[in-house]
């Protein structure tokens, strides 16, 4: 049965609706589909350049699985807006952070198990819990602009990928753990290279057409096992230390002063719903949400800026007027940046960390015109209308003005999703891009940004894992006279 019609408007009753197998498709192989026409690293703009012939509604089709594919932006805001009973992410991501022993974090919670533990992250990513985490992110900003700094000096190259990486996670896992790791200083700690094994782990596993580690462990299987064991056993530390805090501190409670304690907090509140496994969960989501998203999004900003000489230097300008010291950063001067925040509202439109969404219906449903049966995996292609002309001015340039008219594209490239799964950590996330850039461009004139190996058309490479970043960037700096 029929239980649900997205974008009725799409419709009316006395037009027939369309079965799946009816939509356009791109032509297959038998048996493989179209699985050999697509490849992991660029699958979006695979997906993107299809939609682009076959129109919003089309399918595709991997070996056996048949995807729907959706790139409108009103009918993927109904289905991200029919959550949680409509619409789950795809269950082979729960299913493999369930064989690897992990515990569900709120990204792959479904029905009344994500409602709780949304209530908890959303007091854990408030923007007034965000705002009393802010001195780790200033102290973390001036970290950088010193390595910067040095490199400068000693007419260096900047790995800028690996620099902003670093960052956020130093600012995550102060952040999820209280414990400052700074790996921008000490080189790479250990437990950030277990949950680069998780992740990578995880992302391989999602697509690996046999789960041969159900039946026997490689060298590599065993390396995940421990990892998986190792940071279990420091996300249990980091958690018994920030309740002995909250035991001897009770007043924390009110005024947590990073994400761990107010989960904790929220945890303990009457009728939460949430245990200490939870917590440990969403300890290790707000880890993997956190760091490649807003490195990627920094990254393409500083590349943008790098062919954008006026749009840098404008940037520069407000930054040297309004926050020029992060030994002085405050949320104040960081809220005053306008025009740093339409840059990377910009960048992210231009180059979205998240280009698609998969997804999978729960239910029969109605999709536009297409009957939709339960289980169907869904793709949401998020960037495509927000880079047609029809829909945006000048849709392929970077115009960060835009962002500063009443008439900006808000509601169409979705970058940080939709509906009440909406990203949490999107009001984090530019708080970190702008004490990034204001350490940035208050201190240096940036000579250049090259890819290391660039495309053939002498472009820097999109590259998708388990966000979308640019290949390997290199920046020089000059410190400002
Ligand atoms: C530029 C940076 C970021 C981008 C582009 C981004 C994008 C997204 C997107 C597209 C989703 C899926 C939303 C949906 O299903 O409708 C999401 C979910 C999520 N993000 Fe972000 N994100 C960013 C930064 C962050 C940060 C810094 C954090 C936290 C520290 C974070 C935490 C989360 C969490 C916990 C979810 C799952 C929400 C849920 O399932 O209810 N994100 N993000």
């Given amino acids: 049965m029929t239980e649900s019609i997205l974008n009725p408007v799409a419709h009316t009753s006395t037009q027939t609706l369309r079965r799946i197998g009816e939509l ?3 032509r297959g192989l038998p048996l493989l589909g179209n699985a050999l ?3 992991a690293e660029r699958i979006h703009r695979d997906v993107e350049a299809w939609a682009a012939i076959h129109g919003p509604l089309f399918t595709i089709r991997l070996g056996r699985t048949t995807a729907l594919v959706v790139a409108d932006h009103e009918l993927i805001n109904a289905i991200l807006r029919d959550r949680p009973d409509g619409f789950r992410r795809p269950s082979v991501m729960a299913r493999v952070s369930d064989e690897m022993g992990g515990e569900r974090g709120i990204f792959l919670a479904e029905g009344a198990d994500w409602k709780n533990q949304r209530r908890m992250v959303m007091q854990a990513l408030a923007p007034h819990a965000v705002k009393a985490y802010f001195p780790l992110l200033a102290r973390v900003g001036a970290r950088l602009q010193a390595r910067w700094l040095r490199a400068a000096q000693a007419g260096q190259p900047i790995e800028l990928n690996s620099d902003l990486k670093r960052y956020t996670v130093d600012v995550i896992a102060g952040l999820a753990f209280g414990t400052e790791v700074n790996t921008i200083e000490n080189g790479d700690d250990l437990i950030q290279q277990h949950i680069e094994r998780v992740l990578n782990a995880a992302s391989w596993r999602s697509m690996f057409p046999v789960p041969y580690w159900r039946y026997v462990k490689l060298p590599a299987d065993h390396r995940l096992d421990r990892s998986m064991k190792e940071l279990r ?3 249990d530390g980091f958690i018994a230390g920030s309740r002995r805090r909250l035991r001897e501190n009770p007043a924390l409670a009110e005024r947590p002063s990073n994400m761990l304690e107010a989960m904790l907090a929220a945890a303990d509140q009457e009728g939460s719903g949430i245990d200490d496994n939870t917590v440990v969960g969403n300890v290790s989501t707000m880890l993997m949400a956190g760091e490649d998203t807003t490195s990627s999004a920094l990254a393409w900003l500083v590349w943008l800026f790098g062919r954008h000489p006026e749009a840098l230097r404008k940037a520069q300008e407000e930054v040297r007027r309004i926050a020029p010291d992060p030994a002085a950063f405050s949320i104040e001067q960081m809220d005053a940046l306008d025009y740093v925040e339409a840059c990377a509202h910009e960048a992210i439109r231009l180059k979205p960390p998240a280009p698609f969404m998969p997804l999978e219906t729960i239910r ?9 049966p339960a289980d169907t995996v869904v793709w949401c292609v998020l960037r495509r209308e927000s880079m047609d002309d029809e829909y945006v001015r000048k849709a392929g340039e970077f115009l960060p003005e835009r962002w500063l008219r009443p008439d900006a594209p808000k509601q169409l490239g979705m970058p940080f999703g939709g509906g009440p799964r909406l990203c949490p ?26 890819a290391v190996k660039p495309d053939e058309r002498g472009e820097v490479s999109e590259i998708l894992g388990f966000v979308m970043g640019p290949g390997q960037l290199r920046m020089r700096l000059k410190e400002r006279g």
């Fill in 24 to 26: 356009p498709h791109p």
């Fill in 37 to 39: 026409q697509v490849r």
């Fill in 233 to 235: 056993a420091a996300v």
């Fill in 364 to 372: 029969d449903t109605v999709i536009g015109d297409v009957q939709v």
């Fill in 425 to 450: 950590g999107r009001y984090l996330s530019l708080l970190e891009i702008k004490v990034a850039i204001a350490s940035l461009l208050g201190r240096f004139d940036i000579l250049s940004v090259d």
